[in-house]
Every structure is written in C-alpha cells, then in structure tokens.
C-alpha cells in the first residue's frame, strides 16, 4: 500500500513539455541576468544627515533577468541585508524596463495595480511602490481598512 502511494504521488507530478508551461518559457525568454549592488536604502523619515537615505551594513544584490532587447524583466531576487522576509519574491511579475544613465525602472500597471521598483545608479539604492485604482479603493476599504492606505492611480495616470 505505501508503496501504492509513492508511486501515485510520482506520477502526479506535472510534467513540463517546451512551449507548454511557465518554467520553460521562462528559461528562453529571460536570457539576460543582471545583478545591481544595493549599498543604501531609502527611509521614510530623515537622518541625522537630513537625509533620506541610510547606508546599509552590508552590501546587498538584486538579480533581475530580461529579456533579450531588455524591454521585459523579472526580478528574481531584492536581497538587502535588512529585508531578509521579503527578499525573495514573485518570479512571475513581468516589468516594464525604463533605463536612463540616472535610473532603472521597472514597473507593471493594468486596470487595477500600478507597481515597480525604482533603482537609483548613482547612490545605489532601490525602492519598490506600489498603488491601486482609485475604483479598487473606494470598493475594497470598506472591507480591507489597511487599503485606505494605499496611494492611488486614476486612469489618466495621476497619482494621489
């Protein structure tokens, strides 16, 4: 009988197949890895320095891959030596990619979600945000209080 079981649960697995699934995709579309040194983070209130910025302890990495004309990413790893909890994250977001010689951004909007990450070459530090649709809010507070919270997009694309 267990060994019933093992096999049941063996042949239960999903099988990949190429052009089937996400993981295969995955490995041909993201051809391009890249990490960025964090050496700082952003802070909500000002340092002793009056500023916003607090040198982090160790140096941490965030590994993003893109695709091959760097147009699409997905972050595969935030590491900061503070945020341990939340290094690793969603491999299945897919980000816009807008590169300057001052900053990278990725960033992912629809209807209802407006989010990213904002990396700063120059000082070395990235900050993730995110909104939702002021239509979400207004249907999702009275249920959720912590959605008040949130900063909001309209459609036009005006933040609040």
């Known amino acids: 009988m ?13 099988r990949f197949s190429p052009g089937q699934n996400a993981p295969v995709r995955f490995n041909t579309m993201y051809t391009v890895i890249d990490s960025l040194t964090l050496e700082q983070i952003p802070t ?3 340092t002793e320095d009056n500023d916003y910025l607090m040198e982090l302890p160790h140096t941490g990495k965030m590994i993003i891959a893109y695709n091959a004309d760097r147009t699409k990413a997905k972050v595969l790893f935030n590491g900061t030596p503070i945020k341990r909890h939340h290094s690793v994250i969603n491999h299945f977001m897919e ?9 990278l951004i990725l960033y992912y909007k629809d209807d209802a979600v407006f989010c990213g990450y904002i990396y700063d ?8 945000f995110q909104a939702i649709s002021e239509d979400d809010k207004e249907k999702l507070g009275e249920k959720l209080p912590f959605i008040k919270r949130l900063p909001t997009f309209s459609s036009d694309g005006t933040w609040q």
């Open 2 to 14: 267990f060994f019933a079981m093992i096999a049941v649960a063996m042949f239960a697995q999903p």
């Open 44 to 46: 909500p209130f000002p």
């Open 95 to 103: 980000y816009d990619v807008k590169d300057s010689e001052a900053r």
């Open 121 to 128: 070459k120059t000082v070395k530090a990235c900050k993730y």
